[in-house]
């Protein structure tokens, strides 16, 4: 009878990890909406308008928060705030250090609730300030040794807020290994003190098959709470509820090239460069308040690894409805997708020149096909 037991108990808990593991690799939800295509359609466009006491050095993340343009600048830790006209109304600005309230490098950053939440990739912490600036505290959310619960997950970059929550990527510590990153959770639901709730979610099987060091993931949340998320490699999306419930995973292949072979840590400069040009990549998810999901993908040129500048990439846009249907589309970008507002209004960079940054304004329109 105990053998009988103990078989029965392996039995169930491989059809649970084959369960659990079934929802990254099977079952990708693909339809496409007949006789609909989706248009951008440019209505203005804007410069920053820069002088001496409020030059950005590099622009590096984007988001659209409190009826602002918040732009990170990755030279300098700052954060730029900036109208729909061009005008820069409000600058934060942190000492490079790693004191308290000091910050290194903007990675990620969140405004929710008059807090500013900062990921630091360089001291490998957050900070939180009020929206004036001022410093509250920092810590270590997950690699704080001295903690049990907060010692498995690596900060995995992407951070949103929604309610009185924060959701963000993450890697689970024992996973990050070749062939094994696919069987890590993903996302790390946070409260506004910094303490992880939950973790949930799926990374993709094509980390069990090549070797890819990129992970980069990107994620958005709609208006209702469901949760979007996926990673650089691949062009699959998934769908959780605001518990972090699995839903679905969807998406249309197109013209993203997915990766077919290794892409390791360790090649040189070169070679990564001649890899990386034979593969798509996501850049992006956005959701739209008119009820759509947005996924930027890009392809790399040699001009784009001479000057480093993301506008010099081949940006795409595909359009998908809330259901995961996708909205025949696939727009070659005048530029970089960086934010939308409150109506959903587009806002590409177009031209990355200190002094001569220009935004365009979009909005996606949909005709019959």
């Known amino acids: 009878m105990k053998l009988l037991f103990g078989l029965f108990f392996v039995a169930a808990i491989l059809f649970i990890a084959c369960e659990q593991n079934r929802h990254s690799t099977n079952n990708v939800y693909q339809n496409t909406l007949k006789q609909k295509k989706a248009e951008l359609h440019k209505s203005g466009q804007f410069v920053i308008k820069e002088d001496s006491s409020s030059f950005i050095g590099r622009v590096f993340n984007f988001k659209f928060r409190q009826g602002k343009i918040v732009l990170a600048d990755v030279i300098q830790p700052s954060l730029f705030f900036i109208d729909t006209k061009g005008n820069i109304i409000k600058i934060l ?16 950053f969140e405004i929710l609730n008059d807090r500013i ?7 490998l912490r957050w900070s939180v300030f009020d929206t004036s600036g001022n410093f509250i505290k920092t810590t270590r959310i997950f690699k704080d040794t001295k903690s049990k619960n907060n010692a498995s997950y690596y900060d995995g970059g992407k951070m949103v807020g929604w309610g009185n929550k924060l959701f963000n990527c993450i890697v689970e510590v024992k996973y990050d290994r070749e062939f094994n990153q696919h ?11 910094l303490v992880i709730e939950k973790v949930f ?8 098959r090549f070797r890819i060091y990129i992970l980069a993931p990107a994620m958005t949340i709609d208006k209702n709470g469901f949760i979007y998320y996926t990673q650089r490699p691949t062009y699959k999306i998934y769908k959780y509820d605001s ?4 839903l679905k995973v969807f998406g249309v292949k197109g013209r993203f090239r997915v990766i077919d072979e290794d892409l390791p840590r360790n090649l040189s400069y070169d070679e990564i460069n001649k890899k990386s040009k034979k593969f798509s990549s996501t850049e992006g998810l956005f959701s739209s308040p008119k009820g759509y999901i947005l996924h930027q993908f890009v392809e790399l040129n040699d001009k784009f690894f001479e000057t480093r500048s993301f506008i010099d990439r081949i940006n795409y846009l595909k359009v998908y409805d809330l259901e995961g249907n996708y909205i025949n589309s696939e727009i070659k970008l005048p530029g970089v997708l960086m934010t939308i507002d409150e109506e959903g209004k587009l ?12 935004i365009g304004v979009y909005e996606i329109k949909f005709i019959d096909d």
Do not use: H, Q
């Open 93 to 108: 600005r942190w000492k490079k250090g790693e004191g308290p309230g000091e910050i290194k490098r903007i990675g990620e």
């Open 347 to 358: 806002y590409i960079y177009e031209k990355d020149e200190p002094g001569n940054r220009i």
């Open 243 to 246: 518990n972090g419930n699995y």
């Open 201 to 208: 979610g799926f990374m993709d099987e094509i980390y069990s």
């Open 183 to 193: 069987k890590s959770k993903s996302i790390a639901i946070i409260d506004t003190t």
């Open 117 to 123: 939440y900062i990921s630091d990739n360089v001291n």
